[in-house]
């Protein structure tokens, strides 16, 4: 980089940092792999565009490619690469901070799991010592506690699944959350749903703060205008979980197909599922409903932009992001009431809302947005358009983020 662009650089970081109020922190966003979800790699995209320095630890399982700013830390899983890659942290901790190895050393003996493989992971943590260490997945934080007493903050996002219904279904982790949610200095929750549930287990109300999850608007391409299909065609996306509710949409499908109704039905992500499948031959939908594998998300912007409508038959969740995704596309959402979706959706305004496990109100709702007039289906897609861009940007997620950063780090 020659001498004019590394200035320029450096004058843009300054200012986006002096946007923050506060000195540029040291964040590590961990989820245990490089890279993430989606949804984790846009959060670490606009921190680092915001002027903070992101440090990323864990197993490496694809290609990297980040903007400056992003420091990644991660290992190959690869035996001999970890070993060299714990060497090289071990030599560092011994000799320039050999009681602060000796220290987690002995906290890390009091567990059950590999000693070797809770260094790979936690040596480089304490060598590096970022500020604030952000826990994406709840459950896996009895493993980092530990860094709180090497004066690193730690801040845990309550998404869907952690907080929703792991707690109850392994009473184990709903009583790890209760020990531990106390002494936890910060967490996020992605609807405000899902912030009431992390009280349950002990989150101070006080040290929660809502983001919506945001997007890149700017890389989606939208609909030029409403589809025109012969056949009404529905999409679901998501894995193959009985959180997703598809029994109930398969349910609903019999009953359109029972009054003569034409359709197609297609659940990206339930390809392979027993249960679906079967339910599906069960009831005499083969040709009406199809499952699909995991698709890039290229792939599935394809599929939404030319359906009637996405389709959430979900039981819980917190806000999906596949959702927030059709409606930036400008795909109608017919969505049952669970979790945060009503922070969103609107009914009848912005997208439509059904109860939660109602096949009859489901194929209700269905057969409503086939008599909708075009001219409505329009002004229905263009206020969940302004939706999205109003409360679930990008730069609206970092900054949200960056304000649960600094105010953690003055408690």
Not at 182 to 205: C, E, M, Q, W
Request: proline share 3%; hydrophobic share 40%.
């Amino acid at each position: 980089m020659g001498f004019k662009k590394y200035l320029k650089a450096n004058l843009k970081h300054q200012k986006q940092c002096a946007m923050t109020k506060q000195k540029p922190l040291k964040i590590a966003v961990y989820s245990g792999e490089v890279p993430s979800t989606t949804f984790i790699e846009r959060l670490i995209d606009g921190l680092a565009e915001a002027g903070h320095t992101i440090y990323l630890f864990g197993a490496r399982t694809g290609r990297l490619g980040y903007r400056n700013g992003v420091k990644n830390f991660s290992y190959k899983q690869n035996r001999l690469y970890k070993l060299l890659y714990l060497a090289h942290y071990t030599i560092l901790l011994w000799m320039f901070r050999p009681k602060d190895k000796l220290q987690l050393d002995a906290l890390l003996k009091t567990r059950s799991k590999t000693l070797l493989y809770e260094k790979v992971k936690c040596y480089p943590v304490l060598w590096h010592r970022p500020d604030i260490f952000h826990i994406q997945w709840a459950k896996g934080l009895s493993d980092w506690m530990w860094v709180r007493d090497f004066g690193i903050k730690i801040v845990v996002s309550f998404l869907g699944t952690h907080i929703n219904y792991s707690p109850i279904t392994i009473p184990e982790i709903g009583l790890m959350y209760k020990k531990h949610f106390p002494n936890v200095d910060g967490f996020h929750a992605v609807s405000k749903a899902i912030a009431l549930k992390g009280t349950l287990y002990g989150a101070d109300r006080n040290k929660i703060k809502v983001v919506y999850s945001g997007m890149d608007l700017d890389t989606l391409d939208l609909h030029q205008e409403t589809p025109k299909n012969e056949i009404f065609k529905m999409i679901s996306v998501g894995r193959a979980h009985w959180v997703k509710g598809y029994t109930y949409a398969i349910d609903a499908c019999k009953i359109l197909k029972n009054s003569n109704f034409l359709f197609e039905y297609t659940i990206v992500g339930g390809l392979g599922d027993l249960e679906l499948e079967h339910q599906i031959h069960d009831l005499g939908l083969a040709n009406e409903v199809k499952l699909m594998g995991r698709l890039p998300f290229e792939n599935i912007k394809h599929y939404i932009n030319r359906a009637d409508v996405l389709l959430l038959p979900s039981v819980e969740e917190g806000i999906a992001n596949v959702v927030l995704e059709a409606m930036a596309l400008k795909t109608i959402v017919l969505s049952t009431d669970c979790g945060g979706m009503n922070e969103v959706i609107e009914n009848g305004k912005n997208g439509f809302l059904i109860p939660v496990r109602d096949p009859e109100a489901m194929a209700e709702a269905i057969f409503h947005l086939k008599t909708i007039p075009t001219e409505v289906k329009q002004d229905i897609v263009n206020r969940a358009k302004k939706t999205v861009d109003r409360q679930h940007s990008e730069r609206q997620m970092a900054e949200g983020i960056i304000e649960l950063y600094e105010r953690t780090m003055q408690t």
